[in-house]
């Protein structure tokens, strides 16, 4: 084997299209976990967690061979023993693998789940987006009524609206195995009579997926694809007024949708609904996709279980966090701390490593710098982190046996026997706590 010779000197760095979350972020990444799991709760849809790794058949069946994601884009690898698993990318043919597998057909349908976690697309980096990427999506299985398509896209755009993102919908109907065969006749022959001004990856396409064609990104295609036979025209009896009723409801809940033929999503297990959430780019008149879902109805009965329809949506996380980073949106800081433990000196270090320990398991909002020694930085810090009260351990302390009180807002010091200090502290967070409340109340 060859080694490539780096000036670099072997520098380890970070995977391409892979990306490190530093604690700077961390914030914001909380703020999108608890608004998900804060919308899921009042929806009653409870949290799902499915493997990373998955068979890698489970995407070639429940995705679709001939799609972009599993021909192109899955990071698959055989084990030793000659299992080939893939990274998943994408959660729905997960999820419904893990309903058939744990019997959830057996309980009150529909089920209702939601996940957050790691995706992969060996794709190519664009800004915004990563290999590995998040998402957090929501399913419901087991119900076919339009009102579960409306209250899904109605999700989709609260959790962004809470987030103070102001997204909009763009919905299509692919309809089904009844009428979508027909449509796909009537589209095939209108690029078949154009299929000089097609891209190259849509001339493939067009033997393959002609659907696909539709949401190609190049300008020639885009505008071949503005006169071409729309699905919605060829939707049968009951896909019109599935897709009707979906309409009908969005409109019953003020959530506000554009239809738009194009939207035909790049996964095959879509049927009736699909749907895309759109936010306005930085570039005027573009658009930046968060994320999008539709109804599945056959994809339960493709991967082994009984017919049982489903819907569901992803948002990328990463995605909604450029955006509420571009439009200013910051996360509410963590609360203050109440209690800073400073020490000056090894062994009232010795004694303050104790006297933080129980207080925080007294449930005391307290804090610490051990490696700091002197005391003005302590004190800085206590300040920084907001706290009320530092406690001062010294030397002249251990020896007394009683520890320092100092106010943060006055700087008044009291001194206090060691052994009633988490008493003498409550009582001052307690009192504080009225003052505050009264002082509010006068002003
Ligand atoms: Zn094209
Ligand atoms: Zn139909």
Redesign the pocket.
């Known amino acids: 084997m060859s080694v490539k010779k780096s000036n670099k000197k072997n520098k380890l760095q970070l995977v391409k299209g892979m990306k490190d979350i530093l604690p700077d972020e961390q914030n914001y990444w909380d703020m999108v976990r608890a608004k998900v799991k804060n919308i899921a709760r009042s929806y009653g849809f409870a949290r799902i967690d499915t493997p990373i790794v998955e068979s890698t058949g489970l995407f070639k069946r429940g995705v679709g061979e001939d799609t972009d994601v599993v021909s192109k884009e899955m990071y698959s690898f055989v084990t030793e023993g000659g299992d080939k698993l893939s990274l998943r990318p994408e959660n729905t043919a997960g999820v419904v693998r893990s309903y058939i597998e744990h019997g959830m057909l057996n309980l009150p349908q529909p089920v209702k789940l939601y996940y957050m976690g790691p995706f992969f697309r060996h794709d190519n980096p664009q800004a915004g987006r990563y290999r590995q990427f998040w998402q957090f999506g929501f399913e419901v299985i087991g119900e076919s009524e339009a009102v579960i398509d409306a209250q899904l896209i109605a999700i989709s755009f609260y959790v962004l609206k809470d987030l103070g993102l102001d997204a909009e919908i763009h919905i299509n109907s692919v ?2 195995n ?3 065969p027909q449509y796909l006749k009537v589209l095939k022959k209108y690029y078949q009579d154009r299929k000089d001004d097609l891209c190259h990856d849509c001339v493939e396409r067009l033997a393959k997926n002609p659907l696909r064609i539709l949401d190609c990104k190049n300008k020639k295609c885009q505008s071949l694809s503005e006169e071409a036979p729309q699905m919605v025209d060829h ?2 009896e ?2 019109k007024n599935h897709f009707m009723a979906v309409l009908e409801y969005l409109d019953e809940l003020d959530v506000k949708y554009n239809l738009n033929p194009r939207i035909v999503r790049g996964l095959d297990y879509y049927t009736r609904t699909a749907w895309e959430i759109f936010l306005p780019s930085n570039e005027e008149g573009k658009l930046n996709a968060l994320g999008g879902g539709g109804r599945y109805d056959d994809l339960v009965e493709t991967l082994g279980g009984r017919p049982t329809p489903a819907v569901g949506f992803a948002i990328g996380i990463e995605r909604v966090l450029a955006k509420l980073q571009e439009n200013k949106i910051t996360p509410t800081p963590a609360p203050d701390f109440d209690i800073y433990v400073a020490q000056l000196g090894v062994e009232a270090r010795k004694k303050a490593l104790k006297l933080f320990e129980e207080l925080r398991q007294d449930g005391l909002q307290v804090t610490e710098n051990m490696s700091k020694k002197g005391l003005k930085d302590q004190l800085d810090i206590a300040d920084k982190r907001g706290t009320k009260y530092t406690l001062i351990l010294g030397q002249k302390e251990i020896s007394d046996g009683t520890v320092l009180i100092r106010d943060m807002e006055n700087g008044v010091q009291e001194i206090v026997d060691y052994n009633k200090i988490k008493n003498e502290i409550r009582k001052r967070l307690e009192h504080k706590v009225m003052k505050n409340s009264k002082l509010k109340k006068i002003s």
């Open positions: 309809g089904d009844n009428c979508r939707l049968c009951a896909c």
